[in-house]
Nanobody
Framework: QVRLVESGGGSVQAGGSLTLACTDSPTTGMRRTMGWFRQEPGKEREGVATIITDGSSTYAESVKGRFTISVDNVKNILYLQMNSLKLEDTAMYFC??????????????????????????WGQGTQVTVSS
């Protein structure tokens, strides 16, 4: 049974930074896809950043250059470093994991999927609030 637990959310002023962490239990040792999604009240959940555990990552256009996803495969922790936070980054952030490699391919280049339906396991979420 995969259990994902997020931490690191909180309140921050615009322009500030936060780092989210997601612990993953148990260890499967298999190459797979993990990611961060977010959801605002009344809106659909959207992909923020995803990573295949051997390095390939994908970012939503709205966070490129500001957010960095990484994974510690020894400690089984997924991170999301969020810099230059904007008011529109306010949302509940969810950690997600897929039971294998999930990719999308375009023009012969394949990257980690940002598609919600490709992910099998979800955390409970951690709130990020950005204020002016």
């Amino acid at each position: 049974q995969v259990r994902l637990v997020e931490s690191g959310g909180g309140s921050v002023q615009a322009g500030g930074s936060l780092t989210l962490a997601c612990t993953d239990s148990p260890t499967t040792g298999m190459r797979r896809t993990m990611g961060w999604f977010r959801q605002e009240p009344g809106k659909e959940r959207e992909g923020v950043a995803t990573i295949i555990t051997d390095g390939s990552s994908t970012y939503a256009e709205s966070v490129k250059g500001r957010f960095t996803i990484s994974v510690d495969n020894v400690k089984n922790i997924l991170y999301l470093q969020m810099n230059s936070l904007k008011l529109e980054d306010t949302a509940m952030y969810f950690c997600a994991a897929a039971g294998g490699v999930r990719t999308f391919c375009s023009g012969g280049v394949c990257s980690a999927s940002l598609k919600e339906s490709d992910f099998d396991y979800w955390g409970q979420g951690t709130q990020v609030t950005v204020s002016s």
